[in-house]
């Protein structure tokens, strides 16, 4: 519905030109929208259609808006529905990783790293056979760590974090 010319909705056009507006993994959606209020507004309206059509309802205690640009933001969007707006620097919760406007992206990955090394420091103390070890091995790091490597500019971060991880 959002895709819809009818309703001229705008996403957020990319540095190479791309566009995006919309994007959902399993019960989650994330919205890229344009910031002026006439475009939350009429998204705001096909959200509305949406939920009457189909019985959904949005838990707008568990939704956030970033505010990604360089202009301030001078509405407050959303009051009627409590929608919180994530500020500046800080970070919201999404997909297991902490996601924000000039949220520092090391912090993010220390943490889930550290969470990492728990995981592995946890296994280490069992008497695991070869296999045992493997397979931990396959599931905890190999699987975290090509998670966290999906995400912009960690990288090498996270391939020098998870090298101690393995040797410790």
Known sequence: MLADPRHGIEGLTLPKGGRIRD????????????????????AHGVLEIFCKASRARINWNKSAAIWASRRERIWDWGQEVDLKWVPRGEGVRYLGVQVGFHF?????????????????????????SLAGRILVANQVLLASTWYLGTWPHAGTLILACAARCAKS
């Open 23 to 42: 994007q959902t993994f399993a019960d989650d959606t994330t919205l890229y929208l344009k910031g002026d209020q006439e475009n939350l507004d009429k």
């Open 104 to 128: 520092p992206t090391e912090a993010n990955f220390n943490m889930m790293l550290s969470a990492l090394k728990g995981k592995l420091i946890c296994w280490s103390h069992s008497n695991l």
